[in-house]
């Protein structure tokens, strides 16, 4: 029963993957997609006691951020959503121009029931930022990941950076929280990227790039990630 139900999963994990290739990016839709994923960083910012430590956010590689991922209704713990992620040189907190992304699949651990979430992945060295180039990353397989800490104020130290290459929170029905999650497959979409940068653009050269001029519609993430990453 096990296997056959594993089989479902990734047959319908391939499913939306292949759909996602065929998806035609819309420019008006990925700019709304944006000014979510720029609302739910923001708001999660804006909590003193509950939010992504600062400490994190100043030393991190990337962040990915999927608003709204949605969970299958006929089967347990897959989900699917599409997203941004963004990475960061710690040095000098530059945040590079969003690159378009779909996660699927996976667990995302106990979410009281909800039908959707809003996912946030802090990607904490080079080197997991640069597995997600792969055509398919494995959150769990291919890079540690595990709940991550709470509190604006929270150290992020030696022993727990060490510990996962990348930390996963969650908001469902007005609570955040770090978040167990494995299986879950993390793709380009680069469609979206192609529509969004208006030519054929890959994915590294807008993650690690220094060519690309951020679009205007970006700007305002691109400051909230900025002041919620200045070292205290």
């Known amino acids: 029963m096990k296997f056959v139900r594993l089989t479902i999963i990734s047959i319908l994990v391939m499913s939306f993957f292949s759909a996602t290739s065929l998806y035609a990016a819309d420019l008006s839709k990925l700019e709304k997609r944006i000014d979510n994923c720029e609302e739910v960083m923001r708001e999660v910012i804006q909590m003193p006691d509950k939010g992504i430590p600062t400490d994190l956010l100043s030393k991190c590689a990337g962040v990915a951020v999927f608003p709204y991922v949605i969970k299958g209704g006929f089967f347990v ?92 929170y969650s908001r469902t029905k007005g609570v955040f929280a770090g978040i167990a999650l494995k299986g879950a497959v993390i793709m380009p979409d680069k469609d979206a990227n192609h529509t969004y940068y208006d030519g054929a653009v890959k994915t590294e050269e807008i993650l690690f790039g220094d060519k690309l001029i951020p679009p205007a519609s970006s700007k305002e993430l691109l400051e909230t990630l900025r002041k919620a990453s200045v070292k205290q």
Request: a positive charge; proline letters at 4%; charged letters at 15%.
């Open 77 to 168: 713990g897959a989900r699917f959503g599409r997203g941004i992620v963004l990475a960061h040189d710690p040095k000098t907190n530059k945040w590079h121009p969003p690159a378009f992304f779909t996660v699927g699949g996976g667990s995302f651990g106990l979410q009281f029931g909800a039908q959707a979430i809003d996912l946030i992945l802090v990607i904490m060295n080079k080197r997991g930022l640069e597995g997600l180039l792969q055509d398919k990353f494995t959150l769990g397989g291919d890079a540690a990941v595990a709940a991550g800490p709470l509190g604006r104020n929270a150290s992020a130290d030696t022993d727990l950076l060490l510990k996962a290459g990348i930390f996963s």
